[in-house]
């Protein structure tokens, strides 16, 4: 699926942790070819689990497969904006309204004229709804589940009677992300992945009716065949073909993926007007490698043309050595990836505001960024990116500061009556220290923080107890509210960002504690105006109250790091991921 529909995938707890390694993979003639000729050479950080976009969700997987499928739109990731790709243009809306409220939204679309599939065959708005019923067979599990319950929002399809590549799909309740769930996802080619028909008698508009869907599953044996038939190898791995610039030529596990350039390909004459129509190599190859340290042999002999992730040391040390920067571009860009110190506002402990800004005071984020990121990260004060139009770009970052972070404590009633060297105070008739749990993970940066929050906090007499525990259990506090800090992070989104699952005080991850009726009536409304410079106020106001109330503790923005060959052109970065598209790589002159 696109990029759309992984970060908000991603926007989940998910703990630090450094990366893995393993021994080289063996090296493949074909390889040397990258410092010769338009092939692209690109690591992978492990080999793909499928190729099928509607059944794999791993950023790995639909970093290759985003070369051979397209969606309806999508954002180009150099310029940010949403474009149209299989779509003839971006789709016309009509609201619903009953009784002077906005109940559903109708996008019509047309599919480009002379867009084709592999065999020439057109691609169909057929095709569109095909894919549809793919998702929502509910005998589909695994990945197809999640994509289920974001495309669920479809309430009805109807396909232009005159016209085979016009369609209006229907988002109904009205959803404010629903352009993006309507047409975000890839299409897939219906004479590939049903050959046999065996979708084409269950109507779409059965299957996105909630109560009509289970009848069919207890009734329509083809959807349970058909389930098990595309979760089989032939369609994760070999039937693997889409509208996009690339076809697959060749996948050898834990070797190399190769995707060859279409001729002729029809999207070809668009690259002028639309930049995610680029496609310039003849080939790219993906080599699989978990280590860092055979990735970086095949830098130094020029066998490997675009490397992501890098640790921050060994990036530090590319920088250095003269053979590899003569060679390669050693990029930085600031990724959607978020850090943050998660707080427990229901904790007796923690359910003054004033507390939680002293220890956003006692977060030494210079000393984290300079001795644990190694100077690659940037301090946080929102959950929004400060790209984006509705971030609140004013808000500064909280300043370490002990002296603030005392008074602070102070005012919210924490001093040393029993001069222990660690605050106190009265809570509910009982002496309470300020001692908190900080939860960390194994073989992640997070102690390495956790030791400088630590030590910074004991001036301030807060004394911060770092437990070390499995992720599983982890998770188990956090979800049941039970923890006090935990560090985590997330994926931000370059689509507008629904805040009800995290901080809405009914949403199902709230886990901090967040919120009451004021801001609540903000998320509610920022997910119910139709209208955008509205909703971007409402966004700038509960970023003030967050930031206020500090549910959070913001760390930092991370930072990808990044080697590309200078014997490209146009070979940039972004903050989406994949930071780069090899497609969009030009061989020089």
């Known amino acids: 699926m696109t990029r759309i529909f992984r970060y908000f995938l991603f926007l989940t707890f998910c703990t630090l942790s450094l990366f893995s390694c393993r021994t080289d993979p063996a090296k493949s003639e074909t390889t040397s070819v990258a410092a010769t000729e338009a092939v692209v050479t690109s690591r992978l950080r492990a080999d793909p689990t499928s190729l099928n976009p509607m059944m794999t969700y791993q950023g790995i997987d639909l970093k290759v497969a985003n070369n051979i499928f397209q969606t309806m739109i999508e954002y180009d990731p150099y310029d940010l904006k949403m474009k149209p790709i299989l779509a003839k243009a971006m789709p016309t809306v009509s609201y619903i309204e009953e009784d002077g409220k906005v109940v559903g939204t109708t996008y019509g679309y047309e599919i480009k004229p002379d867009a084709k599939w592999e065999n020439g065959q057109p691609v169909l708005a057929s095709d569109y709804i095909f894919t549809l019923k793919l998702v929502m067979n509910p005998k589909m599990g695994g990945p197809t589940t999640a994509y289920r319950s974001l495309l ?87 039937k693997i073909s889409g509208s996009g610039p690339y076809m697959l030529k060749e996948w050898i596990t834990n070797e190399r993926i190769t995707l060859e350039k279409k001729k002729n390909w029809w999207g070809d004459k668009y690259t002028k007007e639309n930049g995610m129509f680029e496609a310039y190599p003849r080939q790219i190859i993906y080599r699989p490698i978990l280590d860092a340290a055979p990735a970086v042999a095949m830098l130094q002999n020029g066998t490997l043309d675009a490397i992501y992730q890098l640790p921050n040391s060994t990036f530090l040390e590319l920088k250095d050595d003269p053979n590899i920067t003569k060679n390669y571009n050693l990029l930085n860009p600031e990724t959607l990836l978020m850090a943050y110190l998660g707080i427990n506002s229901n904790n007796p402990k923690l359910n003054d505001k004033r507390v939680r800004q002293a220890l956003a005071h006692l977060m030494d984020m210079d000393q984290v960024i300079k001795s644990v990121k190694l100077g690659m990260g940037s301090k946080l004060s929102s959950v929004i990116p400060s790209e984006l139009p509705y971030a609140a770009k004013d808000l500064k970052p909280y300043d370490f500061n002990v002296e603030k972070a005392s008074k602070l404590l102070t005012e919210a009633g924490w001093k040393d009556s029993n001069n222990n060297g660690t605050v106190d105070k009265i809570i509910n008739g009982k002496l309470v220290e300020m001692k908190l749990e900080y939860l960390i993970s194994p073989g992640s940066v997070s102690s390495d923080i956790a030791v400088i929050f630590k030590n910074a906090a004991k001036k301030a007499g807060v004394e911060i107890d770092v437990q070390q525990g499995e992720r599983g259990e982890n998770t188990k506090k956090i979800r049941g509210k039970t923890f006090e800090l935990a560090p985590a992070a997330f994926g931000a989104d370059l689509d507008y960002y629904d805040l009800f699952d995290y901080w809405h005080t009914t949403g199902p991850r709230n886990y901090f504690g967040f919120g009451n009726t004021k801001t609540d009536a903000i998320i509610d409304e920022i997910r119910a105006t139709t209208d955008d410079n509205r909703r971007n106020q409402l966004y700038l106001e509960i970023q003030e109250i967050m930031y206020e109330e500090v549910p959070i503790i913001f760390m930092y923005g991370t930072q990808d790091c990044v080697a590309i060959n200078k014997r490209f052109d146009n070979a940039k970065v972004s903050i989406a991921n994949p930071v780069y598209t090899e497609r969009r790589f030009i061989l020089k002159e």
């Open 152 to 238: 669920q929002v479809i309430s009805d399809v109807t396909v232009d009677s005159e016209n085979p590549k016009k369609f209006s799909v229907t988002v109904s309740p009205y959803n404010f992300k629903g352009k993006y769930y309507a047409g975000g996802f890839q299409i897939l080619p219906e004479y590939i992945y049903d050959p046999n028909g065996q979708l084409s008698d269950v109507a779409i508009n059965d299957l996105l009716n909630p109560e009509k869907a289970e009848e069919l599953a207890n009734s329509v044996a083809a959807l349970q065949t058909y389930a098990d038939e595309l979760n089989t190898p032939e369609y994760n791995r070999e």
